[in-house]
């Protein structure tokens, strides 16, 4: 099993460059189940997420594949089957997102339960309140989601209890082919919202509202292919300018995502990071000085995001002061706390709040990933710690960060992954 060994204490200084959008990249795939056309993506980052979405529209009969370094091409022509297996989706919650096409192109769809994850339960019970209320019937048995419909879904309201991201995903993608305008009130307003709905508008679907918490889609009978390109992936652009300020250095960020980006960099600029702008960089200089303890809550955006807490708290870890970060999106997102600790972190957490004493110096040890975000928590921890820090189950990092070892070693990391 991959392991990673870094040798911390090196301030990250220069250039990073940041892959196309993971959590991008997911629907806009599901979106190519909605043509017959071939789709194609470029800026695709090469990720374990994304491969196993692949496998996903593979196993349904559609072409998918990459093509080229970062393009993928997509033709759903030729579905054999309408049920996305239980091996698949167990392995990553967001193939879910076949769900809301396969039901809207072919009337019928199973996809297995995902299951819960390590940072929390995960219901999908707004998804299938979505589809019934385009006159969907759902049965839930032997652990899979029934799907039918009657001919063409019917256009309707529908109203989110919560503002799920790949909730409202499932719920454009369905509305585009329904019969009938459809509204999504209550909508997530994440930037992967907009990129998807701007996929689906390139294909010939009529959406208004993305990206504010009011969608209004007029259905109609088929979609086309398309050709797009990934937007940049805020959390890891974000994840490395949280690594920069917890080193003490100076890193310069691909710039297409600042506008995503402010309520974390608001956050670096209250932690003392000096940040300008200009089109094509985020300039982040800590000017060799230790971080400020701030404080975070994490939101729907445009807040701070859940998947930016863990990295956060690293950097709190050695800020100077006291700091809380508070949890209010998933009920067990912490579970990097007592990795931290392991590292010499002051640390402590109940359910959704972890209060932090920043030390100067935390020191190596054996830590463990335990999820996607934790671990780039963990990796960040062992850039700042004084001595060597082996992280176990990389593969949680492998799921979301495109070469993370050749780009932290680019600007001075002295970090390796070996297998043991
Ligand atoms: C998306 O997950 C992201 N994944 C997550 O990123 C991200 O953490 C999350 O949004 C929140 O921003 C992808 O986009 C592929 P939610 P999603 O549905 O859509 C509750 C990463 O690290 N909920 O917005 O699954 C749910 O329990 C991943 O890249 C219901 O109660 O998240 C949670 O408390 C991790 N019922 C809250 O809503 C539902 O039907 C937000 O979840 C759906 C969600």
């Not at 991959?2 to 220069?14: T, Y």
């Not at 032997?142 to 909730?167: C, P, S």
């Not at 109609?220 to 490395?240: K, Q, V």
């Not at 300020?245 to 506008?259: K, L, R």
Request: aromatic share 4%.
């Amino acid at each position: 099993m991959d392991k990673l060994r870094i040798r911390g204490g090196n301030p990250l200084r220069g250039h990073i460059p940041i892959s196309g959008a993971k959590n991008a990249s997911l629907p806009m795939l599901a979106a190519a189940l909605l043509t017959s056309e071939p789709v194609r993506l470029s800026n695709v980052p090469r990720l374990r997420d994304v491969h196993t979405m692949l496998a996903v529209l593979q196993a349904l009969g559609a072409e998918a594949t990459f093509c080229g370094a970062s393009d993928v091409a997509v033709c759903a022509q030729d579905i054999h089957t309408l049920k996305a297996p239980y091996d698949l989706v167990k392995t990553m919650r967001a193939s879910f997102l076949v769900l809301g096409p396969l039901l809207a192109r072919f009337q019928h769809v199973e996809v297995s339960l995902p299951g819960g994850c390590a940072i929390g339960t995960r219901p999908i019970d707004q998804h299938l309140k979505a589809l019934e209320a385009l006159g969907a019937s759902i049965e839930l048995n032997e652990g899979y989601v029934t799907a039918n419909i009657d001919g063409r879904l019917q256009g309707a309201v529908i109203d989110l209890d919560i503002a799920t991201v790949t909730g409202t995903q499932n719920a454009l993608m369905a509305a585009t082919l329904a019969d009938g305008e459809s509204t999504i009130v209550n909508a997530a307003r994440e930037p992967e919202i907009q990129a998807l709905a701007d996929m689906l508008i390139a294909m010939g679907a009529d959406i208004d509202g993305a990206g504010t918490d009011v969608i209004s889609i007029k259905g109609c009978e088929t979609l086309h292919g398309c050709t797009r390109h990934l937007m940049p992936d805020r959390i890891e652009a974000g994840t490395f300018l949280i690594a920069g300020a917890a080193t003490q250095g100076s890193v310069h960020i691909d710039g297409g995502c600042h506008e995503w980006l402010e309520a974390p960099l608001a956050k670096l600029r209250q932690a003392g990071a000096d940040i300008t702008l200009d089109d094509d960089m985020i300039h982040l200089d800590m000017h060799g000085r230790r971080p400020k303890a701030t404080d975070i809550r994490t939101a729907t955006y445009p807040g701070v995001p859940t998947d930016l807490q863990a990295q956060f708290l690293a950097l709190n870890c050695v800020a100077e002061g006291t700091s809380r970060v508070i949890e209010t999106i998933f009920e067990n997102r912490f579970m990097h706390v007592p990795e931290l600790a392991r590292l010499g972190a002051d640390i402590e957490s109940d359910g959704t709040t972890a209060t932090v004493r920043g030390v100067k110096q935390l020191h190596g040890a054996n830590i463990m990933a335990t999820d996607l975000r934790a671990s780039s928590c963990l990796v960040i921890g062992g850039l700042a710690a004084r001595g060597e820090t082996i992280v176990d189950r990389v593969y949680h990092l492998d799921r979301g960060y495109e070469r993370i070892e050749a780009k932290l070693t680019a600007v001075g990391a002295d970090i390796q992954r070996f297998n043991a």
